[in-house]
């Protein structure tokens, strides 16, 4: 089979049909890419393009209240800083860590009117130089391209409101739930219409919505149900009547939620997280005529060649049947994995996505 582009390659993986081989990417943190580059990754290079990843494009919008956005400490080992949505947190500079979450502007439904009425669909959300710039590019590369999306439980309760405030919202004051999920998507998908009314189309829509943890899920079935599926079908069917296919991120053990992404009609579902309880197998075997399966790789074991050598030889022939497959690692590529053991795995799984 001839070589194909990135494009190409996504495109077969959705229409669950073969390809020369399965896509392949994947997100080090940033302490990675530093310990990559004092093992020689040239600084002025991507590592897309050092290990011959494939090629995705990306197209954001701009949803937020547009908050003040302002460092408030900073030192060698860390920074605090304020965000567009009104949070307050602190980032390691040389650690591969998730931010920690200090403070919020958002933390009742007054402060939430406030941020609602900022958070208009005006053009100047978009950055339409970069679009004029490099869409072309994208084009003339075969780039998959994605549009994100930023709206959901996961948004709401880690970079707007806080964890323990919007859970307890979910049981004592629903409405308001239902009132911050809606207008973020549906500022988000008026600014996307008007990228697409400009003839920057893309193939897919993305959005990350982490809806659970190690073997459990922040919320049950009925409140997933009542409160948030309206708006994840909403996007799935915008979507879909511009014939884009729509991609979810869900970090955690979503297991029971699975059935419900597959009716409401999720093209593919990321990043099936081993450790917490996901099965790529079990899900490739249940699953896998109605979902593409992105991840799925047990990063616990990628510094440990001989394990996940293993652990790839395990999966990769299974989850690979008949298309539906990308390849990368089941959260991000920790800084405990080296240059060399990177691209002994990506080797490895061109080798083994190969049809």
Same mark, same amino acid.
């Given at each position: =089979?001839? &070589?194909m582009t990135s494009r190409e390659r996504f495109q077969r993986m959705y229409e669950h049909r073969e390809a020369d081989r399965v896509p392949i990417i994947d997100s080090p943190w940033g302490a990675t890419i530093?310990?990559?580059q004092r093992e020689g990754l040239p600084a002025d290079t991507s590592y897309i393009d050092y290990f011959g990843l494939d090629r995705v494009a990306h197209i954001g &919008? !701009?949803?937020s209240p547009r908050y003040p956005v302002h460092t408030v400490e900073e030192? !060698?080992?860390y920074r605090i800083f304020t965000t567009a949505w009104g949070a307050t947190l602190k980032n390691w500079k040389h650690a591969a860590s998730t931010p920690e979450f200090l403070d919020f502007t958002i933390v009742d439904? %007054?402060?939430w009117d406030a941020a609602k #009425?900022? =958070? %208009?669909p005006d053009r100047d959300r978009i950055d339409w130089q970069h679009l004029e710039k490099n869409y072309p590019v994208w084009q003339r590369e075969g780039c998959w391209i994605q #549009? /994100?999306?930023?709206? /959901?439980?996961d948004i709401t309760h880690s970079w707007t409101v806080g964890t323990e405030r919007l859970l307890c919202a979910l049981v004592e004051d629903p409405e308001?739930?239902?009132d911050m999920f809606g207008h973020q998507l549906e500022v988000n998908l008026a600014l996307l219409d008007l990228v697409w009314e400009a003839g920057y189309h893309f193939d897919v829509v993305s959005w990350p919505d982490d809806m659970g943890y190690k073997h459990h899920q922040f919320f049950s079935l009925d409140v997933y149900r009542e409160l948030l599926k309206p708006f994840h079908r909403r996007a799935v069917e915008w979507a879909h009547a511009r014939g884009v296919r729509a991609h979810l991120h869900s970090c955690g053990d979503v297991n029971p939620l699975v059935p419900e992404l597959v009716e409401i009609g999720i093209d593919a579902l990321n990043p099936l997280e081993v450790k917490a309880g996901m099965d790529p197998v079990h899900l490739k075997r249940t699953w896998g005529e109605q979902l593409v399966l992105h991840g799925g790789i047990n990063a616990v074991l990628w510094e440990d060649a001989q394990a996940i050598q293993a652990e790839m030889g395990r999966v990769m022939p299974v989850l690979k049947e008949r298309g539906g497959y990308i390849f990368s690692s089941d959260h991000s590529v920790p800084s405990s994995v080296s240059l060399a053991e990177f691209g002994q795995i990506v080797e490895l799984a061109k080798k083994l996505g190969a049809y």
């Open positions: =089979m001839k &070589v530093e310990r990559w &919008v !701009d949803s030192t !060698d080992e439904r %007054q402060a #009425a900022r =958070m %208009q #549009a /994100g999306l930023w709206f /959901g439980f308001w739930c239902r």
